[in-house]
């Protein structure tokens, strides 16, 4: 059993200690150890590999989930981003657009909304549900940005839970290792649901 946990900086543990340079500001090289995909593994007593990405959006995580070539037993662990984030998936490369790039503003004023922004949430999270269904792997959602009760008619999956920052990493910007340490916990109360029970001996 392995946990492959998909996400954005949230889940890459920027800021932790042990995942910045010098600065105090840019992330370390490596994923941190003190990061929720790390803190769960433990608790699971399994194996783990972090694909969290700073700055990636929902679309570029969606990306990365389709494009991982999961092995039998592994869970999927998503901690969707921020909602405004976007890409452009190239060929040999992707275009992160942000908000906070100015060149990037004319996007945001003029071809992006929220609640296109919520749709298209709804759909990756949708397709991504179903496409790991399919192949018989074990997924679990969830979001760093609160929803409201924008909630589709058409929407089949579940977000279950938020990923709150309770403290501050070192750079101020992220969540600290007891945010970390909570959102561990609260994945694996839903992990545990649906695991048999030789994997928590």
Not at 77 to 89: D, E, H, K, L, N
Not at 137 to 144: A, R
Request: hydrophobic share 35%.
């Amino acid at each position: 059993m392995r946990i492959i946990a998909f996400g954005c900086s949230y889940t890459y543990g920027h800021g932790l200690s042990d995942c910045l340079i010098d600065d105090n500001i840019t992330q370390g090289p490596t994923h941190s150890e003190l990061a929720y995909p790390s803190v769960l593994a433990k608790k699971l007593n399994c194996d783990y590999i972090n694909l969290g990405k700073s700055g990636s959006s929902n679309k570029e995580i969606w990306h990365d989930i389709i494009d991982f070539d999961f092995q039998k037993e592994d869970i999927a662990v998503i901690t969707w981003t921020y909602f405004s984030r976007f890409c452009i998936i190239k060929s040999d490369s992707i275009r992160r657009i942000n908000p906070w790039k100015e060149e990037e503003k004319i996007y945001y004023m003029n071809y992006s909304n929220r609640h296109d922004m919520i749709l298209d949430f709804y759909g990756r999270m949708n397709h991504i549900h179903f496409y790991l269904d399919s192949i018989d792997i074990k997924n679990y959602n969830f979001v760093i940005e609160e929803l409201d009760n924008t909630i589709p008619k058409w929407n089949k999956t579940n977000v279950l839970g938020l990923f709150e920052m309770i403290d501050n990493a070192n750079d101020d910007c992220h969540p600290g290792t007891l945010s970390h340490n909570k959102f561990a916990d609260k994945i694996y109360n839903e992990v545990i649901k649906s695991l048999p029970d030789k994997h928590l001996k």
